[in-house]
């Protein structure tokens, strides 16, 4: 089935602790993206890649780093984990420019204590 | 700055209509989004409006100003499922999707 696979479902992960989220598309869309999802802020981009080998920030790219070694792989990492990162993390692709039809993940929901 | 703004919550009853209002000052426009996300769901596309004007699907209706930076969704015959967070988001100048908090819809019996 196309579409997006997201790794963990979820996480308790203790604070300082390095932490990857995995993403991974089979639609070969050229566009990925990582938004955080916090109650009454809605969704915030992290990073994203245009095409793999580019990466740049988003709003909200301070504490996460991502790479684009291919098409179908976009990872965030978390260096060194913070409360504050406390959300729910959704990875996105899309075929276009403009981010027309943005497919989503099913979401990580993480929790750092 | 960039700024889209929905009505936080709203409640309506089954079998009735509900119009979601959004509206947005972006740098730039170029389409705006509507997606529908069920609780502890990812969101899923209902709807892109680029031109002015009303675009039909099925019971969701959605409709663009640009003039005025204004859309509303539409949803019709509503039904019990169509409990959700309904979220609107604009595409900027940099071809980026600015996205609103969203409008918790309640369906009441």
């Known amino acids: 089935i196309a579409g997006i696979t997201q790794a963990p479902t979820s996480q308790i992960l203790a604070a300082g602790r390095r932490m990857t989220l995995r993403c991974t598309q089979d639609?070969?869309?050229?566009?990925m993206y990582w938004y955080r999802q916090d109650l009454g802020l809605g969704l915030r981009l992290i990073h994203y890649s245009n095409t793999a080998g580019t990466t740049g920030k988003g709003e909200v790219p301070d504490g996460y780093s991502v790479s684009r070694a291919n098409t179908d792989d976009f990872p965030l990492t978390l260096a060194s984990a913070v409360p504050s990162q406390t959300s729910v993390y959704f990875c996105?692709?899309?075929?276009?420019?403009?981010?027309?039809?943005?497919?989503f993940g099913s979401g990580t929901r993480l929790t750092v204590v | 700055g960039q700024n889209i703004d929905q009505p936080t919550e709203m409640t309506a009853t089954e079998g009735a209509i509900v119009q979601i209002n959004c509206t947005y000052q972006?740098?730039?426009?170029?389409?705006l989004f509507w997606y529908q996300q069920h609780a502890g769901e990812a969101p899923t596309f209902l709807s892109y409006?680029?031109l002015d004007g009303l675009e039909e699907k099925g019971r969701f209706s959605s409709f663009l100003s640009r003039s005025k930076g204004y859309s509303y969704l539409l949803l019709k015959e509503l039904q019990m499922k169509d409990s959700a967070s309904y979220l609107c988001?604009?595409?900027?100048?940099?071809?980026?999707?600015?996205w609103g908090a969203g409008t918790k819809l309640i369906i009441k019996p």
């Open positions: 988001a604009v595409v900027d100048s940099n071809y980026q999707l600015i």
């Open positions: 639609m070969r869309h050229n566009a």
């Open positions: 996105a692709s899309s075929d276009g420019q403009g981010g027309y039809g943005y497919t």
């Open positions: 409006n680029v």
């Open positions: 972006t740098s730039g426009f170029n389409g």
